[in-house]
């Protein structure tokens, strides 16, 4: 008689590491990204002082791991008014992901929209639409924003809905090329021939399969509107002083680069972690979900 010999499943902990074997870069941006994303939910319970208390007793001291005089109880060291340094990042992780969020989906949903009737009907409605996006893609975004900005004034809902304004143009591009790709497809053309309206074949056959492509633009344009808002908010454009933003500590930390270090390096290095994180994430689900790196 033939013996079956039944292969052993991998437990748990095997699997797990054989992803993590395969896709290290992709761990890695889930990591910071998850670290960046509990610091921002669990802020008020993690923030070991209050971002906002200030204390001139203890203005600008160093980390207490740095310092030789072990007068500093800040892990991270103090600001120009005596805040806590590593406070004011958890907190300022709040706002970075806020923006990178809703900006997003607000360029997500127009430039969706937009894509998908582009790519489908086609003719002057797909000239019209692309000759919008071409001339909106004309006007460098930090040009646009420091006029804008200037004009209605600052504040982190103003980025969010300039940064979605602005930003649609990448979705509505994308999708546009993808749909137009699709609407050839023999089961579209089946839909079409058994009577499936155009909203139908649209939300049924369409949308689903972009919504990869929509997933991987949408958590890279979450890193590149961090960076943004950190840019604006350096340059006095952004949200409001006294809320804590990444971008206004390196503000803040302009005049004591050489005296305070730490004021400018720990907000800087919050920035580049969140970014990069979003950034592998991206492009590890860019090589998991597009079937053309798969060949």
């Given at each position: 008689?033939?013996?079956?010999?039944?292969?052993k499943k991998d437990s748990a902990?095997?699997?797990?590491?054989?992803?993590?074997?395969?896709?290290?870069?992709?761990?890695?941006?889930?990591?910071?990204?998850?670290?960046?994303?509990?610091?921002?939910?669990?802020?008020?319970?993690?923030?070991?002082?209050?971002?906002?208390?200030?204390?001139?007793?203890?203005?600008?001291?160093?980390?207490?791991?740095?310092?030789?005089?072990?007068?500093?109880?800040?892990?991270?060291?103090?600001?120009?008014?005596?805040?806590?340094?590593?406070?004011?990042?958890?907190?300022?992780?709040?706002?970075?992901?806020?923006?990178?969020?809703?900006?997003?989906?607000?360029?997500?949903?127009?430039?969706?929209?937009?894509?998908?009737?582009?790519?489908?009907?086609?003719?002057?409605?797909?000239?019209?639409?692309?000759?919008?996006?071409?001339?909106?893609?004309?006007?460098?975004?930090?040009?646009?924003?420091?006029?804008?900005?200037?004009?209605?004034?600052?504040?982190?809902?103003?980025?969010?809905?300039?940064?979605?304004?602005?930003?649609?143009?990448?979705?509505?591009?994308?999708?546009?090329?993808?749909?137009?790709?699709?609407?050839?497809?023999?089961?579209?053309?089946?839909?079409?021939?058994?009577?499936?309206?155009?909203?139908?074949?649209?939300?049924?056959?369409?949308?689903?399969?972009?919504?990869?492509?929509?997933?991987?633009?949408?958590?890279?344009?979450?890193?590149?509107?961090?960076?943004?808002?950190?840019?604006?908010?350096?340059?006095?454009?952004?949200?409001?002083?006294?809320?804590?933003?990444?971008?206004?500590?390196?503000?803040?930390?302009?005049?004591?680069?050489?005296?305070?270090?730490?004021?400018?390096?720990?907000?800087?290095?919050?920035?580049?972690?969140?970014?990069?994180?979003?950034?592998?994430?991206?492009?590890?689900?860019?090589?998991?979900?597009?079937?053309?790196?798969?060949?």
């Amino acid at each position: 008689m033939e013996q079956v010999i039944e292969k052993k499943k991998d437990s748990a902990f095997q699997r797990s590491w054989k992803f993590i074997k395969k896709n290290p870069t992709g761990v890695i941006g889930m990591i910071l990204t998850a670290i960046t994303i509990l610091s921002a939910i669990f802020a008020s319970w993690i923030s070991p002082y209050d971002y906002t208390a200030a204390n001139l007793k203890d203005r600008l001291l160093p980390p207490s791991w740095a310092d030789p005089l072990g007068q500093s109880v800040y892990l991270l060291g103090s600001d120009q008014v005596g805040r806590d340094l590593l406070s004011r990042i958890i907190h300022g992780a709040q706002i970075s992901l806020m923006v990178g969020f809703f900006g997003v989906l607000i360029a997500l949903i127009i430039g969706v929209f937009f894509g998908l009737i582009s790519g489908y009907f086609g003719k002057w409605l797909d000239d019209f639409i692309m000759r919008v996006a071409d001339i909106q893609l004309a006007f460098p975004f930090i040009l646009l924003a420091i006029i804008v900005m200037s004009v209605i004034g600052t504040g982190m809902w103003k980025i969010i809905i300039i940064l979605g304004i602005t930003y649609w143009v990448g979705f509505a591009r994308l999708i546009r090329g993808q749909v137009i790709s699709l609407k050839e497809q023999e089961y579209i053309q089946a839909a079409k021939a058994i009577g499936g309206s155009n909203f139908t074949i649209i939300r049924k056959h369409i949308l689903p399969n972009v919504m990869s492509s929509i997933l991987v633009l949408g958590t890279m344009y979450i890193a590149e509107f961090i960076l943004l808002e950190a840019s604006l908010t350096f340059l006095g454009l952004g949200v409001d002083p006294t809320i804590p933003s990444w971008g206004g500590m390196l503000a803040d930390s302009r005049n004591y680069t050489t005296t305070a270090w730490w004021t400018a390096v720990f907000p800087g290095v919050a920035i580049m972690l969140t970014v990069l994180g979003f950034n592998l994430l991206g492009d590890w689900l860019r090589d998991r979900f597009d079937p053309n790196l798969k060949m």
